[in-house]
């Protein structure tokens, strides 16, 4: 039985996977932006644990981290907490996920949500200004291109513990509308997989990018020492905070 954190849980794909994890027997801490979100959700007696914040907000997931490490030690985070479109595009996609895992005890494992869109995102990692995202116009694309990125990278930092990206297919949720052609079921299977499965049975270990758990060509830069580099430098000077 795992101790397990899902972000951005309070419908569409989170809660379809808070909901496999809990069936399955495991402990689930719930992360949802704010009370209002899970007012028609049944979901508070299946899970050990609901913390509020919103990741659009640094100070918010700042304190998001410290109300997790109150918690203890996890084994698994999946960063499923995402936007399509709007000003906090690169906050919740990306910034995100790097502050709760430079904030957070670290986790044995992390699985970040990516997309194949990530495959045509900007490879122009020089011109990225998180202070100022309007400027340059970062799309979604561009976001799950840095948090596949932000996986590896950290796949390589941390070689003791494990990091992966995850594709989990257009699927029918709100964010992927009702006409998407993916299987909801399989879109949540593989981050599961991946947080709950005995480790020798993950291959690679780590620094993968998956798609119903079979593992993907990501973006070259996706795997660039440079621009994992660049981009972790770009994020610890917006955020003021560095990487254990």
Avoid: C
Avoid at 33 to 42: E, H, I
């Amino acid at each position: 039985m795992s101790l397990l954190l899902v972000t951005g849980a309070s419908s569409g794909l989170g809660l379809e996977t808070v909901n496999a994890l809990a069936a399955a027997g495991h402990r689930i801490v719930l992360h949802a932006r704010n009370p209002d979100r899970l007012s028609r959700q049944n979901i508070r007696g299946r899970v050990e644990h609901v913390l509020f914040g919103d990741l659009g907000s640094l100070d918010e997931t700042v304190h998001l981290a410290k109300a997790a490490n109150d918690l203890g030690r996890f084994d698994a985070v999946i960063h499923n907490a995402g936007v399509l479109s709007g000003p906090d595009v690169l906050a919740v996609n990306v910034v995100a996920p790097y502050v709760l895992t430079a904030l957070m005890t670290p986790p044995s494992r992390s699985i970040f949500l990516s997309s194949s869109m990530h495959l045509s995102g900007s490879a122009d990692i020089n011109a990225l200004d998180f202070g100022r995202p309007a400027l340059r116009g970062s799309s979604y694309a561009d976001s799950k291109l840095y948090v596949t990125s932000l996986a590896m990278a950290l796949s390589t930092k941390y070689p003791e513990l494990m990091a992966h990206a995850v594709d989990p297919g257009w699927v029918p949720t709100r964010m992927g509308g009702s006409g998407a052609p993916d299987s909801l079921v399989e879109g949540h299977q593989t981050q599961e997989w991946l947080a709950t499965a005995e480790a020798d049975s993950i291959k690679p270990r780590s620094g993968a990018y998956w798609y119903h758990r079979q593992v993907q060509k990501a973006h070259r830069a996706a795997a660039d020492p440079g621009f994992q580099y660049v981009l972790l430098q770009k994020l610890e000077h917006h955020t003021g905070i560095a990487l254990p």
